[in-house]
């Protein structure tokens, strides 16, 4: 069984894993599996009031989730996807769960440019939660050298793996016209 296959029957049975997307190392879980999303920002120490990001192998996948998705949603997924851009608009409430959500109604999707994490997700069949390898506040790992071993003991499995760009996504909020970048990472929207 090769690290893929290893990773992708954890996370189908509602385990969580690190793993390397083309930004940073992420931890994630099936989204669809609230004991484990609750695991997960619990291990993490994140605050369920904080939105947590998700990955998606495919635009047809986040229209599914995006409620709908508007024309500048739907531009920017054309330009920038698969890539380092998180995009954040209106969800499908009933599909995502609260403290996905961070108790809103908007949620932030990406497609990593990563084969590897796209065969996970495509896989499992249902987005992943793709927020970094870290402790909430600690400092994103971009090598697997960097993640704290602590988190490593907390966790299913870790796959192994290289980080291309080894910097953050962007992180747009298309709630609001003009949309506005919430945080500037490693794609420039022009």
Not at 25 to 46: E, M, P, Q
Request: net charge positive.
């Amino acid at each position: 069984m090769n690290d893929a296959d290893k990773a992708i029957g954890i996370v189908k049975k509602g385990g969580i894993i690190i793993f390397p997307t083309d930004t940073a190392f992420g931890i994630g879980c099936r989204i669809d599996d609230h004991a484990a999303v609750d695991r997960l920002f619990s291990l993490r120490r994140r605050p369920i009031s904080q939105a947590m990001p998700v990955l998606v192998s495919s635009m047809e996948m986040a229209n599914y989730y995006f409620d709908p998705p508007s024309d500048i949603v739907r531009r920017l997924m054309k330009t920038y996807w698969p890539g380092a851009l998180t995009i954040v608009a209106k969800c499908k409430s009933d599909l995502i769960y609260s403290p996905i959500r961070g108790g809103g109604d908007t949620v932030g999707l990406r497609m990593p440019n990563h084969e590897t994490t796209l065969e996970i997700i495509k896989k499992v069949g249902v987005p992943i939660l793709g927020s970094s390898a870290n402790f909430h506040g600690s400092p994103t790992p971009y090598r697997a050298e960097d993640i704290d071993p602590k988190l490593v003991k907390l966790v299913d499995y870790v796959m192994p793996g290289e980080c291309s760009l080894k910097q953050a996504s962007t992180v747009v909020d298309c709630t609001c016209e003009p949309y506005s970048i919430l945080r500037q990472g490693a794609v420039t929207i022009i």
